[in-house]
Structures are given as structure tokens and as C-alpha cells.
């Protein structure tokens, strides 16, 4: 991905082109609103790209309003030759990403009926370069077993707890780097991870081996504070990152002589949520206690539906319908006599 810090700040932009600017921070602070904040993160990346862009190769383009097909293909164009963040220049997927971001930017303003917005859409979906899309695959057995060891004998105990944590739960690294202190919770005689609301907007309890609790345990206690908020932080206390998680896992992989590694790849497919938005499967819960009042709660319409029945069991029966029998004559066989 470009480097942001080769990008001009909103207050350099915002002295060439005020009336550009403020639409735009304007538009970041409403995302703010509904997005997360990585998303608003990559908005305001793509934004200041094309405000860059148009400082740089269009001075004369001071609205957005003014902003017309030709601006989105010199800023294709420009956007392509520029280097990435470890690469020569940027790659497919960040500058879909880019073009994508500020295609959406131009439909809401649309929508929102801004009077910044431009006739038209200047960005259309075949703008967008054409792209990969493997899925991500679960290790196999002896590739996780050799991670695993290489894990085990790596002298840090954080790679060794982000190794197992993953490996064992299947854990997103957005939802493992979020975790909270108070996310094991012992229901019963077993130890259950909560993995709060995230990117699936559910949030769901994963069983724990008991041998994951004693890793967390003792690296809580060699590192971790009692007041920091997070379950596993880094040793000095920081969050961690998906940067970081990243290169502790390939670090245990190099060891292990396998091949780059997607953190993705080593949770187990059995214990991914499901992505599917038509599937009926709901997450994972763990068992309750017969006095849990949601418990009791939900057993509410089986109670009426048994309260029901016995009523219906003890109501005296109705009398039988007297019917009265019908006699019908038939006509004798054979032709009638004269």
C-alpha cells in the first residue's frame, strides 16, 4: 500500500483547495459514523490521493463538482506509477481498493443530494483492475504440527501464544488482537473464550483447551499488568496489530520451513464462522444453567404450549351429533311396469 506520509496533510490541501477539502472531511466525518475505523482509515487515504492528484496535475479543478472523466483516468494513470509501501509500485488490490473507496465517495455524495456532487459518477466498476481472490486454506496436519513446534521452541512466549491461540480457536486477527481481559469465562467446569462483536456483527463463546488457558495464564503473568484492558497484549503493553500478528506467525513458519504464511491459514475451517449470509446457523453458545432467566425466558411458549395441551385434554367431550339416517328408495331393477 502507498505510504500515507508521501500524501500532503488536510491542512496542506485544505490552503490550495478549501472548497474540495471541506466536502471531503466532511464526508470522513459521516463515514465515521457507520464504517469502523480502519474503513474511514482507507477513505480518508483515497480522498487525500486524489486531492493530491489534482494539486499536483489539475490546479484548475478547485470544486468537486468540477472533477470529470478525464481527472479519474489522468488520476489512474498517475496513481499506477507511483511506488508501494514494499513494492516497486502499488498493486492491483490497493489501487482497487483506491478507486473503489473514492467510487463509493461519489455515490453517497449522489445520494445524499450534496450540492458538491458532480453530474455524474465519474468512476465506473470496470475502472476497477481485475484481481485475485484465493481462499484462504487451513494448514494440513503436518504443516500446523510443524508450526507448532517451531512455535514452541521460539524464544519469545508471544509468538508461541499467537501461534496456539490461532491454531487452536480459529480466531480472526482482528478479533484476536481485540480480545479483553475478562473474554475467559468459566461456565460450568470448562473455560470459554468470548469473542466479542466484530466484523460478522456477532458474538459468539469458543471452547478452550485447558492447555491454552495455562499459556495464557503464564504469559498474563510473566508481562501483562493487572489493569491493562487487553487479554493479550504485546510485553510492553500495546495493542497488538494485524502487521505484527503477521510476522510472528511467518517467523514460526520460516523456522518451520513452510511457505509464507496468511494468518488466516492456521485456524482450523472447522472453526471459522460461517461467511455465507443465506446460511441459518447461528453461533456458538455455550450451555446454561437451568436458573438462567434467559433460559427461562425462552422456555416460556413451551410452557404455554403444555398448559395448552392439559387444557385441552380436560375439557369434557361434547355429546355425539344425533343424525337423523335417511332412507333412500331405489327403483326396483328392470323396466319400469306400464
Request: with cysteine; proline share 11%.
Amino acid at each position: 500500500m502507498n505510504g500515507s506520509r508521501r500524501l500532503p496533510a488536510w491542512d496542506t490541501l485544505a490552503a490550495e483547495i478549501p472548497d474540495m477539502v471541506t466536502p471531503m472531511r466532511r464526508y470522513l466525518d459521516q463515514l465515521a459514523c457507520i464504517l469502523r475505523p480502519g474503513s474511514v482509515s482507507g477513505a480518508d487515504l483515497a480522498l487525500r490521493s486524489l486531492a493530491g492528484f489534482l494539486v499536483e496535475q489539475a490546479p484548475e479543478v478547485r470544486h468537486i463538482a468540477d472533477i470529470h472523466r478525464r481527472h479519474i483516468e489522468d488520476f489512474r494513470t498517475w496513481l499506477t506509477a507511483r511506488t508501494g509501501y514494499r513494492t516497486g509500485r502499488l498493486t492491483p488490490a490497493t489501487l482497487a481498493h483506491r478507486l473503489g473507496t473514492l467510487r463509493m465517495f461519489f455515490v453517497r455524495i449522489t445520494d445524499w443530494d450534496w450540492p458538491e456532487a458532480p453530474p455524474r459518477v465519474p468512476i465506473i466498476p470496470a475502472d476497477l483492475p481485475r484481481q485475485d481472490h484465493p481462499l484462504p486454506k487451513a494448514l494440513d496436519d503436518p504443516s500446523a504440527a510443524k508450526l507448532l513446534r517451531a512455535a514452541q521452541a521460539d524464544p519469545r512466549m508471544l509468538t508461541r501464544v499467537v501461534v496456539e491461540v490461532l491454531l487452536r480457536t480459529g480466531l480472526r486477527v482482528g478479533e484476536f488482537t481485540a480480545l479483553t481481559a475478562d473474554a475467559i469465562v468459566l461456565i460450568g467446569a470448562a473455560h470459554w473464550l468470548h469473542v466479542p462483536v466484530g466484523k460478522l456483527h456477532t458474538d459468539r463463546y469458543l471452547p478452550l483447551h485447558p492447555h491454552l488457558i495455562t499459556l495464557i495464564g503464564d504469559y498474563r503473568t510473566a508481562h501483562v499488568d493487572t489493569g491493562n484492558p487487553l487479554l493479550l497484549p504485546r510485553e510492553n503493553g500495546r495493542a497488538l496489530d494485524r502487521h505484527t500478528v503477521t510476522r510472528l506467525i511467518n517467523k514460526a513458519g520460516t523456522a518451520a520451513g513452510l511457505a509464507h504464511i496468511h494468518p488466516a491459514h492456521p485456524g482450523h475451517p472447522g472453526h471459522q464462522p460461517r461467511h455465507d449470509p443465506r446460511s441459518h446457523r447461528r453461533p456458538t453458545r455455550p450451555p446454561q444453567p437451568r436458573h438462567d432467566p434467559a433460559l427461562r425466558e425462552n422456555r416460556q411458549p413451551y410452557r404455554r404450549r403444555r398448559i395448552l395441551r392439559r387444557h385441552r385434554k380436560s375439557r369434557i367431550p361434547l355429546p355425539a351429533r344425533q343424525t337423523t339416517t335417511r332412507r333412500h328408495h331405489r327403483a326396483p331393477h328392470g323396466p319400469t311396469p306400464p
